[in-house]
Nanobody
């Protein structure tokens, strides 16, 4: 059974940084595009960032452009989300997802596997 396990969440002050990791197992990681989504309390899950199988192309939602960076290590079977200049509105549960295609996508229904999520809380 495919597993995606997120880590790296926590409590951080506004302006601070966190790096989320998503460790994948039981899948051919290099054959999957990876994405990060988030869900804040009382809100729908939203797209944050995605990366192609090779890491050569990335896409971001407008609100995180210039602050967040998605990357991957196909040797370690791990995807990352570096989050800088964090704001209170970034507070959410962050989920990683794997898509059985090489190209990145922004819609959650295009992803096949999901992690359990990791909480990110940004205080003012």
């Amino acid at each position: 059974q495919v597993q995606l396990v997120e880590s790296g969440g926590g409590l951080v002050q506004a302006g601070g940084s966190l790096r989320l990791s998503c460790a994948a197992s039981r899948l051919t990681f290099s054959g999957y595009a990876m994405g990060w989504f988030r869900q804040a309390p009382g809100k729908e899950r939203e797209f944050v960032a995605a990366i192609t199988w090779s890491g050569s192309n990335t896409i971001y939602t407008d609100s995180v452009k210039g602050r967040f960076t998605i990357s991957r290590d196909n040797v370690k079977n791990t995807a990352y989300l570096q989050m800088n200049s964090l704001k209170r509105e970034d507070t959410a549960v962050y989920y990683c997802a794997a898509r059985g295609q090489r190209h990145a996508a922004m819609r959650d229904y295009e992803y096949d596997y999901w992690g359990q999520g990791t909480q990110v809380t940004v205080s003012s």
